[in-house]
C-alpha cells in the first residue's frame, strides 16, 4: 500500500482518505485546478511545461 510505502520512507503516515488514484501528473493537476477555481479565473502556468497544460484549464 503507498501508505506503508510513504511511511517507511518518510516516517510519517499519511491519511489514506485524503488519497485517490489518478492515471497521471497533468489528470491530476488538471482536477486540481477545476476545484479550486472557477469559469473566468487566471491560472498562471510557468514555463517549461507540456504543451498539454495550456490547453487543460
Known sequence: ???D???LEHHHRPQTDW???TTGIV???SSIVR???H???NVLVQEPVYNIF???F
Open 1 to 3: 500500500m503507498v501508505a
Open 5 to 7: 510505502w510513504y511511511e
Open 19 to 21: 488519497m485517490i488514484f
Open 27 to 29: 489528470p491530476a493537476i
Open 35 to 37: 476545484r479550486i477555481s
Open 39 to 41: 469559469v473566468g479565473d
Open 54 to 56: 495550456y490547453n487543460q
